[in-house]
């Protein structure tokens, strides 16, 4: 779609400089725009590319003052960065705004299907599925029995969200991602064998949670697995059976939560961050990249780091001293050697 300088400055309530009428049908960084494209400039530290782009149309700071010619038309607001963050928005919205039923697909029978819902071909709806209203399935998504999907939710391509799961509303999954898989539940035997015990709870992903490509949340063995209200999820993160991620926390990548362990609410954690199970972890923790939890968080509000965990000051005090101990070692070393010399000079 295309859209004049005139009709974004209308949307942005800003001023525009130049060619009002001139088009743009796409995006790009200041340094790379080409004919027919909208940028911006926020940080000053790119302002040298503002007077050479190629770019049609750049939205700018009311208060830049500029050095230079300017070949684009300029859009003036009070915080472009702000500004072009709702461009980006709209333009996402505009591009994923799918509607139908493609074939081919399966949806079985006693499934109820809400209004201008997309389902992309090769996709799964299974018995008693409820798929609310404007939600997206993408193709070759599998939504087992039973699962209730709640109304502005999409589902990239592959998604798979097994049986009695339930998703709440403006939820987003990225492709690849499994919902509601077996926990990792095994009884030893005296035989040294383990007996696979039957994961018959299910996940609760209140509203307005997204979580990454390739990500897995593992049913409960009985109860639920719950992802709270606000919860952003990144990529490749695994959440065992019966975990609960408080409300608005947010989790990097390759971060691995064990089972029965329950988070609080807006608490930070990096990538690659370990927790172990049955433990608790208090409201506004934050944990950086890599930490490895073994034990329960009771303070509020606290950073943490390291392996075990430690105070993040601490962690950081202690990495700076490790990184010193080659050289403390030699002095050591050099030490021990004149102590040893000196106890002889005495004999």
Aim: with cysteine; glycine share 10%.
């Amino acid at each position: 779609m295309q859209f004049t300088a005139q009709e974004i400055g209308l949307l942005l309530n800003g001023t525009v400089e130049g060619d009002a009428f001139v088009t743009v049908d796409k995006l790009a960084k200041i340094e790379d725009g080409g004919a027919g494209s909208l940028t911006f400039l926020a940080n000053p530290k790119y302002e040298q590319f503002l007077y050479t782009t190629n770019a049609s149309v750049v939205i700018v700071n009311n208060d830049l003052e500029l050095a230079g010619e300017v070949k684009a038309t300029l859009i003036r607001v009070e915080n472009a960065y702000s500004a072009f963050s709702v461009l980006l928005e709209k333009y996402n919205t505009i591009k994923l705004n799918k509607q139908g039923i493609e074939q081919p697909c399966f949806i079985h029978p006693t499934a109820q299907v809400g209004e201008n819902v997309y389902i992309g071909a090769f996709a799964y709806i299974g018995p008693n599925a409820k798929i609310g209203d404007y939600s997206k399935i993408y193709p070759n998504t599998y939504i087992a029995d039973n699962v209730t999907i709640g109304k502005n939710v999409t589902l990239f391509a592959g998604v798979k969200v097994y049986f009695d799961c339930v998703l709440g509303d403006n939820v987003i999954i990225h492709a690849g991602a499994v919902i509601g898989s077996d926990g990792f539940g095994f009884a030893p035997a005296a035989d040294g064998s383990y007996a696979k015990i039957s994961q018959i709870g299910n996940v609760i992903i209140e509203d307005d949670v997204e979580v990454g490509a390739n990500t897995t949340i593992d049913r409960a063995t009985m109860g639920s697995t719950v992802i709270r209200k606000g919860a952003k999820i990144d990529n490749l993160v695994q959440i065992a059976h019966n975990a609960e991620v408080g409300a608005h926390t947010v989790i990097a990548a390759q971060t691995g939560i064990s089972g029965s362990t329950k988070i609080g609410e807006k608490v930070v954690i990096a990538g690659q961050v370990g927790i172990a199970g049955h433990l608790n972890i208090a409201n506004g923790t934050q944990l950086s990249a890599q930490t490895g939890i073994n034990s329960s968080i009771t303070e509020e509000g606290k950073a943490w780091g390291g392996t075990p965990y430690m105070p993040y000051k601490d962690y950081l005090r202690a990495h700076a001293k490790l990184r010193k101990l080659p050289e403390l070692d030699r002095k050591v070393y050099e030490l021990e050697k004149l102590i040893e010399e000196l106890r002889k000079g005495d004999h």
